[in-house]
């Protein structure tokens, strides 16, 4: 498209009204075409032309100038940078040559950070005596000594694999370089093996964290294992972050999950209610409701009393799995005030439900208007939405029954708003059948408008799955989990990784269990 000349780049003497006038319709066409091209563009699923600020250097010196002068450069506020250090070595230098009859004015400090990365090797010689009775005795090894490779050697390989994203053949490729006499299989077997320790924490953090909320944030994504689809499930808040990959991302899955590690199956009250809701068949309920208060301890028990129920219909094997699964959650002390946070995915619908925003919004968000009229009433819409997202920010900080009526009404007058925009229309309605899970900051505003802390915290498996790819064996997959949770709850605990990976691998355990710090934390 040729470009249009300035009025500016025109001399005076044939600035016209007509050669005015026609370059501000030449203007206003070129617009209307880009904007036709862009429309065109998004129908194909293509991008539009993308909006690119003039560069800086267009600029007049004088305005560069001033913005040099009135903003400053990011970290340029003086601060003492080598105050909080442990200094491990001094090294005292006097100059070259000091002339006679020269007065010492003390030392002027200047600091050097580095590290030390080299082989340390210990040969352990035990000596062996034989006593006069005969036996034969020996020096035992120290504790801290399991196996032919030293605690920082086995927490490195920890850290880079599970912080750095490290592939095992680089860190093998890194170790060899650094002359470590050491195998793949070494490596593989630090990283998978012997790691109960680990995976007893991770799993009692689920049950510190369960106990001590007051809401969670639940999502999940694909994560491969042995060449076939899986799915990773990350329940969390504030406290801690929990990882566990399964095969089905259902909402049998996350009721297993939310038992924290127990296996039974409880028919009561809970479950009997659940199965009612679900429009579980009278004849079938019956069945159930005489075995109420009856435990099953273990999924073939459960599988067992299924089929002495006759009951093979898949949707109704479901709905009574999903009941007992509920009424053993609550059974084992599950807090029924507490809310679970989520996208809006339907497996997370259960006890005390609340919708993202975000997510909610992303279904107008996603529409595009094909006319003037249904633009603006598109826009509108979007304006008075996050209007009542602010307002519903405020409301959490001061929360009165006044604010909550009139939330509730605009709520009520956006979704049921008749535009002449079809599509929108239905959005509304969707929005409107979720009030209640929408508005759950009403009753509670103590909980998060959105999801965005899980998005952000399973973006860390994300990112491994990318590096790595899937998981081979069950040891891997369960080590993938355990160390994701470990790492991201530190974090959020404010616990250096690799201090805590050298605490347990040491056996010193300075730093205290993470499910108590989640508890203590709570407080």
Not at 157 to 173: C, S
Not at 223 to 241: P, Q, V
């Amino acid at each position: 498209m040729a470009t249009i000349p300035k009025i500016s780049d025109i001399p005076e003497e044939q600035r016209t009204e007509v050669v005015v006038m026609l370059l501000e319709i030449i203007s206003q066409q070129q617009e209307i075409i880009q904007q036709l091209k862009d429309e065109i563009a998004r129908f194909k699923g293509q991008k539009p032309k993308p909006d690119i600020r003039p560069s800086k250097l267009e600029q007049g010196q004088e305005n560069k100038q001033k913005e040099d002068r009135s903003k400053k450069r990011p970290g340029s506020i003086k601060r003492s940078k080598t105050k909080g250090l442990q200094i491990h070595e001094t090294k005292q230098i006097s100059p070259d040559t000091i002339p006679f009859g020269s007065r010492f004015k003390g030392y002027q400090d200047y600091v050097v950070q580095d590290i030390d990365i080299s082989c340390h090797n210990i040969r352990y010689r035990l000596e062996c005596w034989r006593t006069p009775e005969g036996k034969h005795i020996a020096g035992k090894l120290p504790e801290e000594v399991d196996g032919h490779f030293g605690s920082t050697l086995v927490s490195y390989i920890l850290y880079q694999y599970h912080h750095a994203h490290v592939t095992q053949p680089l860190i093998l490729e890194q170790l060899e370089e650094f002359g470590v006499d050491i195998s793949a299989g070494q490596i593989n077997r630090i990283i998978t093996e012997g790691k109960e320790r680990f995976h007893t924490e991770k799993e009692d953090i689920l049950k510190a964290g369960l106990e001590a909320s007051g809401y969670i944030h639940v999502d999940d994504t694909g994560a491969r294992h042995e060449g076939r689809n899986g799915y990773c499930t990350h329940i969390g808040n504030e406290l801690f972050a929990w990882f566990q990959s399964a095969e089905s991302k259902s909402r049998i899955n996350f009721l297993e999950l939310l038992r924290a590690g127990h296996t039974d199956y409880s028919i009561n009250a809970d479950a009997l209610d659940y199965m009612e809701a679900q429009r579980f068949p009278g004849i079938q309920l019956s069945k159930f409701t005489a075995l109420c208060d009856t435990n099953f301890e273990s999924l073939p028990k459960w599988k067992e009393n299924l089929q002495s129920l006759h009951i093979t219909d898949e949707r109704h094997i479901r709905i009574a799995t999903e009941g007992a699964l509920l009424g053993s959650v609550l059974d084992h002390g599950f807090n029924r005030r507490l809310v679970i946070v989520s996208d809006d995915a339907g497996q997370f619908d259960v006890l005390l439900h609340a919708l993202c925003w975000v997510h909610a919004e992303r279904i107008i968000h996603r529409l595009v208007g094909f006319s003037d009229r249904q633009k603006e009433a598109l826009e509108e819409i979007r304006g008075r939405i996050w209007e009542l997202y602010a307002e519903m920010k405020d409301y959490k900080k001061f929360p009165g029954e006044e604010k909550k009526a009139l939330i509730e009404e605009k709520f009520d007058e956006i979704c049921k708003s008749k535009t002449c925009f079809i599509s929108l229309n239905n959005a509304l309605k969707r929005l409107h059948k979720n009030k209640s899970e929408l508005l759950m900051v009403l009753e509670r505003p103590d909980i998060p408008l959105h999801n965005n802390l899980s998005e952000n915290d399973i973006r860390e498996y994300v990112k491994k799955r990318k590096i790595s790819g899937s998981t081979r064996s069950d040891p891997g997959r369960r080590c993938r989990d355990t160390f994701t949770s470990l790492k991201k709850t530190c974090r959020k605990l404010g616990i250096s990784f690799w201090k805590y990976l050298t605490d347990r691998i040491t056996g010193q355990n300075a730093i205290p269990l993470l499910p108590d710090l989640v508890r203590l934390r709570a407080l």
